[in-house]
């Protein structure tokens, strides 16, 4: 059940990375469409950007990451030993790197981890989750961002959160061109009916990729949870441990010192809101992920 689970989740992050991909090239193309009547033109300028948004997002993930949350790096295993050793531990039997570790001044219990890759990661527990978990709960949720690292999950996340930036950007691109218009045919040659389709389907992928972006970046985080749910039973081999942390976690009060575009880094939703549809949702239901790890 517990491999079943792997692999059934990095199949559905490959089709949720291809459907970003093609999120990508179809507002590339409908703004090159509506602005100079090149679909090619468009999906290269999409392309660019995409690349500029991921390579200055992946260069400084981590510091950005981390001022943007408030939290402090420990440089030593004296200034917080449980937390230290337990991170330590895990990074051994996940086979990676230790990672950076840092302490956010926050009473409710929480953790992330980011990166670009697991030789420059880093995980930021909260002083909450320090305080109010035992060592099996800890050992937990420190698995789990253990996971997220050795499953490559920060890159993946760092990743969608800079496509779907570039998708955003380009959109208020055809916004803003909205203003003054599409561009002029120089003649009246027949085919003025596809091309006002054309302009209409352009005009409704720029009004509606950002939405659609938010969604895919939300359903891949949902998922890569799942994912570290299930490789941190692999390293503990003890499912009560990240089940009881859950517990804890989800009834405790909102967090004060995250970022809100930092929330699906978290283990669960700091300010512990829900949509009611659930597509706008950060985390997959606690509910759903404690059931999951019952049957493992």
Excluded: C
């Amino acid at each position: 059940m517990l491999y079943e689970q792997i692999n059934a989740n990095k199949r559905k992050t490959i089709f949720v990375m291809l459907g970003f991909m093609l999120l990508l090239a179809v507002i590339g193309a409908a703004l090159g469409y509506y602005l100079a009547r090149s679909l090619s033109m468009g999906v290269i300028l999409a392309v660019v950007v995409g690349a500029v948004y991921m390579f200055l997002t992946l260069s400084q993930s981590t510091e950005l990451v981390m001022n943007m949350n408030n939290a402090v790096e420990i440089t030593s295993p004296n200034q917080a030993p449980e937390l230290w050793h337990i991170v330590e531990d895990m990074a051994l039997v996940g086979k990676i790197p230790m990672p950076r570790v840092f302490i956010i001044d926050d009473e409710s219990p929480n953790a992330f981890a980011t990166g670009p890759d697991p030789e420059h990661s880093a995980v930021a527990a909260t002083r909450g989750l320090m305080e109010r978990l035992d060592r099996a709960e800890l050992e937990g949720v420190m698995a789990h961002e253990v996971s997220h690292i050795r499953n490559y999950d920060i890159r993946l996340q760092t990743t969608a959160l800079a496509l779907a930036s570039a998708v955003v950007f380009l959109a208020n691109i055809g916004s803003n061109a909205m203003w003054f218009g599409p561009r002029q045919r120089d003649d009246d040659e027949e085919g003025q009916g596809l091309d006002v389709i054309m302009l209409v389907l352009s005009l409704l992928a720029l009004i509606f990729a950002p939405l659609a972006a938010t969604m895919a970046q939300m359903a891949l985080s949902r998922n890569r949870e799942y994912l570290a749910d299930a490789s941190a039973v692999e390293l503990t081999r003890n499912p009560q441990g990240l089940i009881s942390a859950l517990e804890k976690i989800s009834n405790s009060e909102p967090m004060s010192q995250a970022d809100p575009s930092s929330a699906s880094l978290y283990i669960e939703n700091p300010f512990k809101e829900s949509s009611w549809t659930h597509l706008f949702d950060t985390h997959p239901p606690t509910a759903k992920r404690i059931a999951r790890l019952r049957q493992m």
